[in-house]
């Protein structure tokens, strides 16, 4: 008798680690990662965010025409090149179509873009001044489909191919080039390849934390093939590196911009601290412009010379240098006229090289 009871209890513990088992497989969610892409940095990017998170879960890679329904998945990430300072139109057109589905979803988005450096700001002949690289432009897409709220953003920097970009492409190239104010080294083709390694590693580990629940994979520069693989855009450069971001501590002054660049370690709210503790020490009207979990753009305001000014500030964190916050400021007023603003700029940048050591 006991012998016998003995062993429907074992039956038992062993149905019940079945079933708890299959329980775990139950729950294992379906993802699906839809791209858009023209020359295929995009597509090589969604199998590199695959492969992070894991050939072990189901994670489909599909192109936009492939994509009948969403229903089947329990969470969607989207992936777009970057036109026009934004994701492509199918793109938007892919997220009106399924609207209401995406909603009750985890959502995720990532672009493959241009200027990585989210303390960007652009100023156009003819308009105003605004954020520009990496996440910020994802900004329109949130604003324009406000009731899906991703889980993670990420803007990984650009990929392309000189000699195979179309006419239209060639231009845009041409032009960013023309139209970039800060004097850096390179030009428009600079901007174009610019893909960080690191925000792709760091944008598929964060699905697995803040979607899958699993634990950060480790040893993520095992998938950088996807990333070598790629031609570099100046192709007739062999001595061009893939990535040459710009240095944290830089000052560059034209008779078009004063433009200084600085970073010191801590969060986006010391930043916003330490600007506060400058604007008010300088006597300057801090006014935000546009804020966002990762970076904010201020109209620092103040009159010299009975002549108002505006110092175009951004405090931002980047995916690549965790625990650290970077600076920008600019000035787009003519050098006769600028020389307090350029004071009360390196006063700032004082403030921040002190907290750094």
């Keep these: 008798m006991v012998e016998y009871v003995k062993r429907i209890l074992l039956v038992c513990c062993v149905v019940t680690a079945a079933a708890s088992v299959s329980s775990v497989h139950a729950v294992e969610k379906k993802g699906l990662l839809v791209h858009a892409s023209i020359y295929g ?31 089947p998945y329990d969470y969607v990430i989207i992936g777009s090149l970057t036109r026009n300072e934004k994701p492509v139109e199918p793109i938007y057109e892919f997220v009106e179509k399924f609207r209401a589905a995406l909603a009750g979803k985890e959502v995720c988005y990532f672009l493959t873009c241009g200027d990585t450096d989210e303390t960007m700001v652009l100023k156009v002949p003819g308009q105003d001044a ?3 690289g990496g996440r910020n432009y994802l900004m329109d897409m949130l604003q324009s489909f406000p009731e899906i709220k991703p889980v993670v953003i990420a803007g990984f920097g650009g990929r392309s191919v000189k000699p195979t970009l179309n006419l239209k492409d060639s231009f845009m190239v041409w032009l960013v080039g023309k139209l970039a104010k800060e004097g850096e080294v390179g030009g428009g083709l600079d901007i174009w390849e610019s893909l960080v390694p690191e925000r792709v590693e760091a944008f598929a580990n964060e699905v697995r934390v803040k979607v899958l629940g699993l634990g950060p994979r480790e040893n993520v520069e095992q998938f950088r093939g996807y990333w070598q693989s790629l031609q570099p855009a100046s192709l007739a450069d062999p001595s061009k590196k893939k990535f040459d971001p710009r240095p944290f501590d830089y000052r560059h002054s034209t008779d078009r911009i004063h433009y200084v660049r600085a970073r010191m ?19 300057i009207d801090l006014r935000e412009q546009v804020k966002n979990f990762f970076n904010v753009y201020y109209h620092g305001v103040k009159s010299y010379g009975g002549k108002e000014m505006t110092i175009h500030v951004v405090p931002s964190t980047l995916p690549e240098d965790p ?7 600019r000035s787009y007023d ?22 750094s050591k």
């Design 323 to 329: 625990g650290s916050v970077h600076f920008s400021f």
């Design 265 to 283: 370690p801590g969060t986006l709210d010391d930043g916003i601290a330490l600007l506060d503790t400058w604007a008010r020490e300088a006597g």
């Design 41 to 71: 940095s995009t597509i090589e990017a969604s199998y590199w965010v695959k492969a992070i998170i894991g050939h072990e879960h189901h994670l489909d890679v599909k192109a936009l025409p492939q994509v009948i329904t969403v229903e």
């Design 130 to 132: 605004h954020l520009i």
């Design 334 to 355: 003519k050098p006769d006229n600028r020389a307090g603003v350029e004071t009360d700029i390196d006063r700032a940048a004082q403030m921040i090289t002190a907290r």
